[in-house]
């Protein structure tokens, strides 16, 4: 079937095409209307090197001098900040703040880089809080936030490092003001819409196919009719 043949069979059978797309955009907004509207919130922290130094001068019982152990390496905050993002993004700390993996309110941590193996490139830490309540996504960022300084000290103090040369993590953005994030919803309702234009030109097909078979047996003579010029055909003369 060409594009013309197309056209006249939707042209024909109109009322079929026009009955499944006012279906289809009733389901269409049906599902936007449904889908809540997520509100995101996020904020940017980034690790650095206390003024003090990484390291502390040596002391009479010390002789050697005393080293942040984190700071220990090349790329020593980049490192860091991957350790933060796996400890904030896993399970144990999720639900030590309330997130469930059936919770409204999510948030996930990175360092800028979407693929997990790109974390130990930039020594930020990023967070981002998902929620239906704009008021919930700030205060989830919020709260993910506050912890990893609790985190961070925990984790320094328990490989001996010096006070003085802890790494800092400084807020930089945020949290910013909640966003509405429609994307989500919009993908859904475009989706129910090309199925239903789909099916709108599947039904209007089936119409046209259903239609000229009725009208081909219409058009065709009675059994009766057909057969009885064959009986006088054998008739003795």
Not at 4 to 19: D, P
Not at 45 to 73: A, E, I, K, W
Not at 190 to 196: H, Q, S
Not at 204 to 220: C, D, H, K, N, W
């Amino acid at each position: 079937m060409d594009l013309w043949q197309a056209i006249s069979v939707l042209v024909r059978r109109w009322y079929v095409a026009l009955s499944a797309l006012l279906l289809t955009i009733t389901a269409a907004y049906g599902m936007y209307a449904t889908i809540p509207t997520q509100y995101v919130s996020t904020t940017l922290m980034v690790l650095t090197v206390p003024t003090s130094g990484s390291y502390r001068m040596p002391q009479p019982n010390h002789p050697n001098p005393l080293v942040n152990p984190l700071l220990n390496f090349d790329g020593g905050l980049n490192m860091t900040a991957s350790i933060m993002v796996q400890v904030l993004g896993g399970p144990e700390v999720a639900g030590q703040l309330g997130v469930h993996e059936d919770s409204k309110t999510t948030y996930v941590v990175h360092n800028g880089h979407p693929n997990p193996e790109l974390l130990i490139n930039a020594p930020f830490v990023v967070i981002e809080g998902t929620s239906p309540s704009p008021q919930d996504a700030k205060r989830i960022v919020e709260r993910v936030a506050e912890r990893a300084q609790v985190e961070l000290k925990r984790r320094q103090q328990l490989l001996g490092s010096p006070p003085e040369t802890f790494i800092v993590l400084t807020p930089m953005i945020g949290p910013t003001e909640p966003q509405a994030e429609r994307g989500g919803k919009t993908r859904t309702a475009a989706v129910v819409l090309a199925l239903g234009l789909m099916a709108a030109l599947g039904a209007s097909y089936a119409t046209e196919s259903v239609m000229t078979g009725l009208r081909r047996r219409q058009e065709q003579p009675p059994p009766s009719q057909a057969a009885a010029p064959a009986e006088e055909a054998v008739l003795p003369r």
